[in-house]
């Protein structure tokens, strides 16, 4: 793959604040003269949207089996490096993708217990070579995901409403890949002031840009 541009990746539970996150580092990159393409998983292409749909909020979706969850996460990531991301950077765009392949590691692999040989294939499969440059890991507890979410008055999706056992793992598999991926994996406690996470996601974002 021909990379100019630099591909960035936010995670985390529920209700850590990625989303936030996400529009102010473009507006701030914006401000700066960049020109930042933001993507979201599962989506970002029509047939992505359809999936997402699918794994969230259909009523079809609600019997699936882990290994499928994982097929279908999966076929909306191939779709999207194929058809948005790869070409965005390849002509020098800066990417920023809400979820990528470490959701499918954490929630899948982890907290579904599908085994870590078998998601790794999967996820392989899926992007080839097309890997973040950065991922901004926002750590969570789940009671304060759980009181973020009440407060915002927000109906959880099929996944949202799994168990604090389901979310305690999700929180472990992230803390684990940040510990195995130090370089690219840039770990902020997501209780911090909106502000501050703010401050330290773009010092790390330019760095990576000066590169």
Known sequence: MSKKGLFITFEGSEACGKSTQITLLADKLRSLGFD??????????????????????????????P???????????????????????????IVICDRFLDSTTVYQGVARRIPADDTARINAFAVGDCLPDVTILLD?????????????????????????????????GYLNLAKENPKRVLLIDASCSVEEIAVEVLTKVISEINK
């Open 36 to 65: 930042p393409l933001l993507f979201r998983e599962p989506g970002g292409t029509a047939a992505g949207e359809a999936i997402r749909h699918l794994l969230q909020h259909a009523p079809e979706g609600e019997a699936l089996t």
């Open 67 to 93: 290994e499928a969850e994982l097929l279908l996460f999966a076929a909306s990531r191939a779709q999207l490096v194929r058809e948005k991301i790869l070409p965005a950077l390849e002509t020098g765009h």
């Open 140 to 172: 969570l507890d789940h009671q304060t995901s759980l009181s973020r979410m009440r407060a915002a008055n927000r109906k959880p999706d099929r996944i949202e409403r799994e168990s604090t056992d389901f979310f305690e793992a999700v929180r472990r």
